[in-house]
């Protein structure tokens, strides 16, 4: 069934975010094998689009996972301590890009809303998951997930399961 | 050449700054468009503004509303360096007054290309 957003689109934007502003190599963010293992001290970075369609863009992963992404993307040495700040300034960009781009995929204009970092995300009744991926980002675990917000007169016509 | 990074990321004010400074450019940072403002209304003097979008306080349309607004600014080229990639909104950036657009992600070479065609580069890079 086709959906807003496709999931080989969320995967291409995922691959050049990580490629053009971490990696300089695509072909370190691949899909997840198997079973995805249960994050150790899980840490979520979002952005909520708002407009004709509403929704998030959400990326979940360990906090050491998130620490190796600071690191990379503030140009810090391997054993430098990620602050807190560091970390949501970090994180919390690539889920805005992630969710900009995903943004330019929806056929309406809408709005994105600042990035936002925590251990979990609020969880807003009747969204649906719109697409879930599971990838490996150096080898490591990391969850990119498109929810639809959809009005509750609506419920069940945005393609995703009810999250 | 001296450059303002105008972004509320830290992480892109570093990367786009580095990129800009690889380039042979010196690069000052605001973390939203009030504060670009302060600093140049403060005596900055710069060549190149690129711009986030979304920003809290003030953001990048406003920011480039406002210099545009200014005589004394006028030889001050402005690049939007944002993830609003619809046709729309680039369409009102430039409107605006920016003069060039930079969709994220993006990478060395897309900055480089974008400079080269508002005739930003350093001589020696051009050469």
Known sequence: MSTIVEHDQVFLIAQEVFASMIDGDPGLLQPWTGDLPEFEEPIVAWVDLSGDWAGRAELLTATATGHDLARALLAMEPDEVVTALDLVDAFGEVANVVGGNVKSLLPTQ?????????PVAPVVP????????RLAWRG???????????????????????? | MRAL????????????????????FETEGAEHGRAALDLLEGGLDVQLCCVDWNMPVMDGLEFVTEVRARRDWRHITMMMVTTEGEQGQIVRALAAGAHEYLIKPFTPDAVRGKLDLLGLLPIEELA
Request: glycine share 16%; aromatic share 2%.
């Open chain 1, 140 to 163: 490591m675990p990391l969850v990119v997930t498109v929810l639809g917000f959809v009005p509750a007169d609506e419920e069940g016509t945005a393609g995703g399961d009810i999250r």
């Open chain 1, 110 to 118: 809408g709005k994105l809303g600042l990035p936002q970092v925590a």
């Open chain 1, 126 to 133: 009747g969204a649906v998951v719109v697409q879930e991926l």
């Open chain 2, 5 to 24: 990074v105008i972004d509320d990321s830290r992480t892109m004010r570093r990367i786009v700054a580095g990129i800009l400074e690889g380039l042979g």
